[in-house]
């Protein structure tokens, strides 16, 4: 697929490739308009992980879902039950594909990570650049910091 933002694949019965104007077209009950409702710091409109996973039906074996950002190789896997009904993929900004300097290509953010019940979510598993999600049987690649100093490094370097 031309143009594709996000590649979703892995532990799923279809694979798919979603586009700006794939994003676009879901159904109003899959937009999520102004993400600063749940992330005060946080600018643009995106779509529910939801509706996503409805579109690539996880297989039964799929237990977390990793998010993979190229651009600065960093990845996050989290459990996919806790985080099912949160996750928002946010795409757009001002009516526009969302920009690098926003988080783009496409950026995840959790609602409210409280509401999911595990130590597995933290700020973290806010990730930008996001261009791949996976699916996996397990919990998959993650270089999220292990300690505070480490957290306290990757935040310092962020813009």
């Known amino acids: 697929m031309s143009g594709a933002l996000l590649k979703i694949d892995g532990e799923v019965s279809q694979a798919l490739e979603l586009s700006?104007?794939?994003?676009?077209?879901?159904?109003?009950?899959?937009?999520?308009c102004d993400v600063s409702r749940f992330h005060p710091t946080r600018q643009?409109?995106?779509?529910?992980?939801?509706?996503?996973?409805?579109?690539?039906?996880p297989a039964e074996s799929?237990?977390?879902l990793t998010l993979h950002a190229s651009h600065d190789d960093?990845?996050?896997?989290?459990?996919?039950?806790a985080v099912a009904a949160e996750g928002i993929v946010v795409y757009k900004n001002a009516?526009?594909?969302l920009p690098v300097e926003k988080g783009g290509p496409v950026r995840f953010l959790i609602r409210d990570p409280a509401a999911c019940h595990t130590?597995?979510?933290d700020?973290?598993?806010?990730v930008k650049f996001v261009d791949r999600i996976e699916l996996t049987a397990g919990r998959g690649r993650d270089t999220?910091?292990?300690d505070d100093e480490e957290h306290e490094q990757l935040h310092a370097n962020e813009s």
């Open 123 to 126: 700020d973290c598993a806010n």
């Open 95 to 97: 009516g526009a594909p």
């Open 144 to 146: 999220r910091p292990e």
């Open 44 to 57: 643009g409109d995106g779509v529910t992980l939801q509706s996503i996973l409805d579109r690539v039906q």
């Open 74 to 81: 960093f990845a996050a896997s989290i459990p996919l039950a």
């Open 62 to 64: 799929a237990t977390y």
């Open 20 to 32: 700006y104007a794939d994003f676009e077209a879901f159904p109003e009950a899959a937009q999520v």
């Open 119 to 121: 130590a597995e979510l």
